[in-house]
């Protein structure tokens, strides 16, 4: 299982510009979030989904949109980005606990994104 | 909302010494989260409780409820044990079908040999 992957790695925009950022996922859970980690900061949630079609906002939704068309993707995106978007950026996914009684997120590498 | 501290924010030990990290928080919790963070940026889960204690190899977290109150402790440490220390707290579920985490802002932990 490759577990949570994220796409791309790295990326550079310019004020303005669009993009999206793919979390994938080969574990078949229900649940996926997105997080960005600022310096100084804790993991804040963006968004998160709690299943195939559905999405709910986080502590800091503004500035991104999520869709999730299908069970093992969920992609974030960006469609004005502001230099206040520069920060890394973490997926993560877990099970319905009533599955195995365990709660453990399983988190992606990362993207880093630089808003210029 | 709740407010997550963890101390100490920065943390350097000589391989072999025993370490102690904590996270305490303003409000009830129903479980408490410590991850850790690779020095290349990937975080894993190592811990979830709700009290009590739990042990996994050289690391032990420790949970007090009505101190509002966890300790990650990890015996004779190692250089690679070298990473950041996360805590978080669930408080609870959201209206949306799931709970949300709170995160502490991390613990750099640097081991020396």
């Known amino acids: 299982n490759a577990g949570v992957t994220q796409t791309p790695k790295f990326r550079v925009l310019k004020t303005g510009q669009s993009m999206t950022l793919l979390c994938a996922q080969d574990?078949?859970?229900?649940?996926m979030y997105w997080y960005r980690q600022d310096p100084g900061m804790g993991l804040r949630l963006i968004h998160y989904?709690?299943?195939?079609?559905?999405?709910a906002k986080g502590e800091v939704p503004d500035g991104y949109n999520v869709s999730r068309l299908k069970k093992q993707n969920f992609l974030l995106g960006l469609e004005s980005a502001a230099p206040s978007q520069t920060s890394v950026y973490f997926c993560?996914?877990?099970?319905?606990?009533?599955?195995?009684?365990?709660?453990?997120?399983?988190f992606g590498p990362g993207t880093r994104l630089l808003v210029l | 909302k709740n407010e997550v501290e963890q101390s100490p924010q920065n943390l350097t030990a000589q391989e072999g010494e025993f370490i102690t990290i904590n996270c305490s928080y303003s409000?009830?919790?129903?479980?408490l989260h410590w991850l850790q963070q690779h020095p290349g940026g990937g975080i894993v889960s190592l811990f979830m409780?709700?009290?009590g204690k739990k042990k996994h190899g050289r690391l032990i977290a420790t949970i007090n409820i009505q101190e509002k109150h966890s300790s990650l402790h990890i015996t004779a440490s190692h250089p690679r044990d070298s990473a950041v220390y996360i805590c978080?707290?669930?408080?609870?579920?959201?209206?949306?079908?799931?709970?949300?985490?709170?995160f502490g802002k991390g613990t750099k932990l640097s081991v020396i040999p």
């Open positions: 993560a996914s877990r099970t319905r606990k009533g599955q195995t009684g365990v709660e453990t997120q399983y």
């Open positions: 574990m078949n859970h229900e649940y």
């Open positions: 989904s709690v299943g195939e079609g559905t999405t």
């Open positions: 409000v009830g919790i129903s479980a």
């Open positions: 409780l709700s009290s």
């Open positions: 978080a707290v669930r408080s609870g579920y959201s209206g949306a079908g799931s709970y949300q985490l709170t």
